[in-house]
């Protein structure tokens, strides 16, 4: 059996947001795309932010959802944001 870990076995980073207006508010789902990208919206400033996993910016991919609250990432690359206000899923693809 595994020894369980402690917290002090760990380091924890913040990788984004400053808690600051306009960062990432009430970040409620996080997901990782097929490039090992980090994605995650904030219902209460209605953004879903992506943040490069190579160089660490943060980059605005929508702001169209109201109150997003669900994410995904297809296999092909699209993502998928739930928008709790509209009771709608928006599908967001990135030009080529």
């Given at each position: 059996?595994?020894?369980?870990?402690?917290?002090s076995?760990?380091?924890?980073?913040?990788?984004?947001?400053?808690?600051?207006?306009?960062?990432?508010?009430?970040a409620?789902e996080?997901?990782?795309?097929?490039?090992?990208?980090?994605?995650?919206?904030?219902?209460?400033?209605?953004v879903?932010?992506?943040?490069?996993?190579?160089?660490?910016?943060?980059?605005?991919?929508?702001?169209?959802?109201?109150?997003p609250?669900?994410?995904a990432?297809?296999p092909?690359?699209?993502?998928?944001?739930?928008?709790?206000?509209?009771?709608q899923?928006r599908?967001?693809?990135?030009?080529?």
């Amino acid at each position: 059996m595994n020894k369980p870990q402690s917290a002090s076995d760990w380091t924890m980073n913040v990788v984004a947001g400053t808690g600051a207006a306009g960062g990432i508010r009430r970040a409620k789902e996080i997901a990782v795309d097929p490039a090992g990208n980090i994605l995650v919206v904030g219902t209460e400033n209605n953004v879903t932010r992506r943040i490069d996993a190579r160089i660490w910016i943060v980059t605005t991919v929508a702001c169209s959802p109201v109150r997003p609250h669900g994410l995904a990432v297809a296999p092909d690359g699209p993502i998928l944001v739930g928008d709790s206000e509209r009771h709608q899923i928006r599908r967001f693809v990135r030009p080529r």
